[in-house]
């Protein structure tokens, strides 16, 4: 379900990834893409204008004060069918003033997992690529979903990238 997988929580000198209490701490890859508002436009969620990101890879990336990055998670993920996994943000990065935003990972989901981070802090702030950037929570139904994410051909199916916006 979940490739690569660490049974253990890894945290000395990083912040934690891997098996938690209740679920699983997924990493940061090394893979930004900055918001930037240089050329003034309207962020339009049914038609993204590359020119508003800059693309970044390195092991730690600086957002800038209210504003957000794009990245994605080290890890791979296939739901199954009878799971859903939601994810929340670290505490190390909410008391900086960091929000992380990822949607439901839906039953039969399945790819790197496209992550919005928020600086809502007056400052610029550092995030870690290759540790912790929020923990997912798996939660099993009593019964096996009629309609998977997979079966209604979604259009986030099997990203391999940091995925933008698209129309339906």
């Known amino acids: 379900m979940i490739t ?10 990083a912040i934690s990834f891997g098996v938690s209490s209740y679920g699983y701490d997924i990493r940061l890859a090394d893979e930004f893409k ?31 004060h209210n504003s957000f990055v794009l990245a994605r998670s080290v890890e791979y993920f296939k739901i199954p069918r009878d799971i ?16 992380v935003n990822v949607t439901p990972l839906e039953p039969e989901w399945e ?3 496209t992550i919005s981070i928020s600086n809502t802090s007056p400052l ?7 540790e912790g950037i929020a923990q997912a929570i798996f939660l099993e139904a ?26 339906e």
């Open 84 to 99: 859903l996994a939601l994810c929340f943000g670290k505490s190390t990065y909410a008391r900086c003033g960091i929000v």
């Open 111 to 113: 790819g790197y997992i």
């Open 142 to 167: 009593s019964e096996v979903c009629q309609i998977s994410y997979a079966d209604k051909k979604g259009k986030y199916q099997k990203q391999t990238a940091i995925t933008h916006s698209k129309p």
């Open 34 to 64: 900055i918001f930037t508002n240089v050329n003034a436009t309207v962020i339009d969620p049914k038609n993204i204008d590359q020119r508003n990101f800059i693309d970044f890879k390195g092991e730690s990336c600086i957002i800038p």
């Open 4 to 13: 690569p997988f660490d049974d253990s929580q890894v945290g000395r000198g």
């Open 124 to 130: 610029p702030t550092k995030i870690y690529a290759n």
